[in-house]
Nanobody, 121 residues
Framework: VQLVESGGGEVQAGGSIRLSCTSS?????????MGWSRQAPGKEREGVAA???????DYGTPVKGRFTVSRDNAKNTLYLQMNSLKPEDSGTYSC???????????????WGPGTQVTVSS
């Protein structure tokens, strides 16, 4: 299975970006919980959001109310809509496949290479 992210870029504080992640090479995509993490330079990977196979969603505290995770199982694609962005949201955003419904990075067994998001003040 391969996960490939796209949609990153640079935006000013208060702006929005939508990330996509396409899965290929595997079966049963719709059965897995999928999620997003981010990593800033010099910091550990941080869980951001997750969407379960039934569409249930959960978020890390720093992004609640600003980010929305969704999925299109027909396209094997995961999305992350990020609004009201702050400079501290900058980092490399990766999508991942989880072993259980969770946004905690320790519950994930597969990550994509990531896409860079930079939020300027």
């Amino acid at each position: 299975v391969q996960l490939v992210e796209s949609g990153g870029g640079e935006v000013q504080a208060g702006g929005s970006i939508r990330l996509s992640c396409t899965s290929s090479g595997g079966d049963n995509y719709s059965r897995y919980c999928m999620g997003w993490s981010r990593q800033a330079p010099g910091k550990e990977r941080e869980g951001v959001a997750a969407v379960d196979s039934d569409g249930s969603t959960d978020y890390g505290t720093p992004v609640k109310g600003r980010f929305t995770v969704s999925r299109d199982n027909a396209k094997n694609t995961l999305y992350l809509q990020m609004n009201s962005l702050k400079p501290e949201d900058s980092g490399t955003y990766s999508c991942g496949r989880a072993r259980a419904y969770s946004w905690l990075t320790s519950d994930y067994d597969l990550w994509g290479p990531g896409t860079q998001v930079t939020v300027s003040s």
